[in-house]
């Protein structure tokens, strides 16, 4: 069974420093996904990384991938309070499941709450 | 514009009455989704559909049915909720199942007293 863990679940950040949230997963995959939550709210796409040593970034955060290493990262630079959400990491479970058949499921991690404070 | 449509976004209901939490995306995608959010415990996928009239089981089946006879549709169908089924239901779905990311509906909060 895919296992997904991230860390740390909770992060309280002061505004313009940096941080990274680690995602570990347990087996072979080189699709991962990052998605970001604010309370109440849907699931919202911030990246999706493809292959081993994809890197993305999108304003102050960066997302990266190694799959041998079997572990992405999402780096927060000079935090705002904007930022403050649960950040998900999702790995594709393609291919994966004994037998090969693909069913599209992506396994979550369990979420970080981050918030930032002035 | 593209999205994953999910109704009703609250519902307050009791024990044993037969409700269901409809599902619609415009995006001609061939994978839907449902995942229940629960406090300390992630997102949990309850079923899936491949394709129409393709559907099949995820981690927490129990309780819950589905259908898929259109593409665009995926209703998530509680026969005899129980208060164990209050949970935040999202929908999701993807262009196909090996293919892009998961886009999600705005979520359905269900209390079941």
């Known amino acids: 069974e895919l296992k997904v863990e991230q860390n740390p679940l909770f992060l309280s950040m002061q505004e313009g420093k940096n941080y990274t949230i680690y995602c570990n997963y347990s087996?072979?995959?080189?699709?991962l996904y990052w998605y970001r939550q604010d309370p109440g709210k849907s699931l919202e796409s911030l990246f999706v990384?493809?292959?081993?040593?994809a890197v993305k970034q999108e304003g102050r955060l960066m997302a990266s991938l190694d799959t041998k290493a079997r572990l992405s990262t999402l780096h927060i630079t000079a935090a705002v309070h904007d930022l403050s959400a649960t950040y998900f990491c999702a790995v594709d479970m393609l291919g994966n499941p004994p037998g090969g058949t693909s069913y599209g499921k992506l396994t979550f991690g369990q979420g970080t709450i981050l918030t930032v404070h002035p | 514009e593209a999205q994953v449509t999910q109704n009703p976004r609250y519902l307050i209901t009791v024990t044993g009455k037969k409700l269901t939490v409809t599902c619609s995306q415009n995006m001609n995608h061939e994978y839907m989704s449902w995942y229940r959010q629960d406090p300390g415990l992630g997102l949990r996928q309850i079923y899936y559909s491949m394709n129409v009239e393709v559907t099949d089981k995820g981690d927490v089946p129990e309780g819950y049915k589905v259908s898929r006879k259109e593409k665009r549709n995926f209703p998530l169908i509680l026969e005899s909720p129980s208060p164990n089924q209050t949970s935040l239901y999202f929908c999701?779905?993807?262009?196909?199942?090996?293919?892009?990311?998961?886009?999600f509906g705005e979520g359905s909060r269900l209390t079941v007293l």
């Open positions: 990384l493809l292959s081993n040593g």
């Open positions: 087996t072979t995959s080189d699709r």
């Open positions: 999701a779905s993807r262009y196909h199942s090996n293919t892009g990311e998961l886009f």
